[in-house]
């Protein structure tokens, strides 16, 4: 047998053992359904849920942070009317709440470039180029400034406005497999590295896809990034 078919069988089987534990873990319930349903059923007059597979040019965190800014200062509400929770549920979308550890040693700038989802003019650094505010994140600032706090699309300055994140295990799944390809690690320790180096604040859900629909059931209105 040639080494690279050893190797193909070698990422094979592990990628079957992850979905394997993964499909045992969610049968025996393991994710915290409590938890999301806590979010979701956060008292609110509005409730947001935003569906992201890909980056798309920061447009989950973009749509978030003009349509709170709509409610907040068009319509005079206020801040903090509105419930806004943001599921990502593709293979370079969940890159976006990975902590800067995990860019700086892994192929995930890589991985988000070959699937076509990095903008053209970001560099590669040892930092999640999606996490970090681009602004002082003060509140005080002139909704008007393009470059102030109300206009900051990372996902730190929407956090901070509220926004909650759900990350989807079948993308992570996905992800796993796809930087392996790319010579980085095994399935196996990528899911776990995943896992690992999330975002503060992020919670794993079975299924994105299916989270649109919980949420939707919700009477929560469904935005596409």
Known sequence: MNSNRRTFLATAAA??????????AEAEGTYNRNAMDAILRKPARHHLIIGSPRINGFAAMRSAAHIMGGYQFAFGEGPGTINVVVALYG?????????????????AFELATQLGDMPAAM????????????SS???????????????DYSVEAVTKR???????????LTASRELARLGDGDPATNFAQLKAHLLPGTLIV???????????????????A
């Open 206 to 224: 079975p299924s994105g896809s299916q989270t649109l629909v919980v949420a939707q059931e919700m009477h929560y209105t469904y935005q596409a």
């Open 137 to 151: 994140l003060n509140p005080h600032d002139d909704p008007s400034d393009i470059n102030g706090y109300w206009h």
């Open 123 to 134: 560099l590669k650094t040892d930092r999640n180029p999606f996490y970090h505010a681009h």
């Open 91 to 107: 293979p370079s979308s969940i890159l976006m709440l990975m902590n800067d550890a995990f860019w700086a040693k892994s192929k």
């Open 162 to 172: 509220g926004v909650h994140w759900f990350i989807c295990t079948e993308a992570m």
């Open 15 to 24: 990628g079957a053992t992850i979905l394997a534990n993964s499909n045992r």
